[in-house]
């Protein structure tokens, strides 16, 4: 892969494969970031709370996007006239726009995928996934978890840790249980009854009406807010 051209401000990259990639085909992409605060914000839209002195809430910005990235273009026709653009008569795009109609709603990276995760967070925090939990090993001053994501779900995952305490519980039907985990600040266990309920009723009602959901575990947990909420509960 050789890079072409390199946009730091906007940061955009393009790179030309050495050899096409024939369709059908598949590419292993090795990507390597790191995320930092310097200084301190007085932006409500950026209040840096991905990181914080007891823990962090990581979205899927952090991974590369391929291709072509709608989410720069400007839309504001306030703005584009300021720039000698012309107006848009509508945000939306056409009803019968191929590209847009294959866009999942939930995340313009990619419509569904599975994964395989690690996070190495230190001893003291634990640490949350999309998919299921399935190792988590103390080395050192570190713990290492691995999660499993093995139904293609919607890009929009999250991932985060912190100095939580586990709560675990049983919702559904006896004949096929599904295991709930809250993971919540310590002292604030006053309302995990009604997380139990909650979950145990909308599971009840997501059945009667759409089936059996395709999973045997789900989890809810308290982070910071954002300035782009994340639905808490993850399956």
């Given amino acids: 892969m050789t890079p072409v051209?390199?946009?730091?401000?906007?940061r955009h990259a393009v790179y030309r494969l050495s050899t096409p990639l024939p369709p059908g085909e598949r590419l292993r992409l090795r990507a390597r970031?790191?995320?930092?605060?310097?200084?301190?914000?007085?932006?409500?839209?950026?209040p840096q709370a991905k990181i914080t002195f007891n823990g962090s809430f990581l979205g899927t910005e952090l991974l590369?996007?391929?291709g072509y990235d709608n989410g720069r273009e400007l839309v504001e026709n306030r703005e584009r006239i300021a720039r000698g653009l012309p107006r848009l008569a509508s945000r939306k795009a056409p009803q019968d726009d191929p590209v847009h109609r294959r866009r999942s709603v939930f995340s313009g990276l990619?419509?569904?995928?599975?994964?395989?995760?690690?996070?190495?967070?230190?001893?003291?925090?634990?640490?949350f996934g999309p998919g299921a939990l399935i190792a988590r090993r103390v080395q050192g001053d570190r713990a290492i978890s691995s999660f499993r994501l093995t139904e293609a779900a919607p890009l929009n995952w999250h991932i985060g840790s912190a100095a939580y305490e586990v709560a675990a519980f049983s919702i559904g039907r006896p004949e096929r249980p599904v295991a709930l985990?809250?993971?919540h600040h310590p002292g604030h266990a006053w309302n995990l009854d009604h997380i139990r309920a909650a979950a145990d009723a909308a599971l009840a009602h997501i059945e009667s009406e759409l089936g059996p959901i395709p999973t045997s575990n789900c989890a809810s947990r308290r982070f910071r807010s954002t300035p782009r909420p994340a639905t808490p509960i993850r399956t």
């Fill in 64 to 66: 590369p996007r391929l």
């Fill in 33 to 46: 970031g790191r995320l930092q605060y310097l200084g301190f914000t007085q932006d409500e839209e950026d």
């Fill in 181 to 183: 985990e809250v993971l």
């Fill in 5 to 10: 051209s390199r946009d730091a401000r906007f």
């Fill in 110 to 127: 990619s419509p569904r995928a599975t994964a395989d995760i690690t996070v190495s967070t230190p001893a003291s925090q634990t640490a």
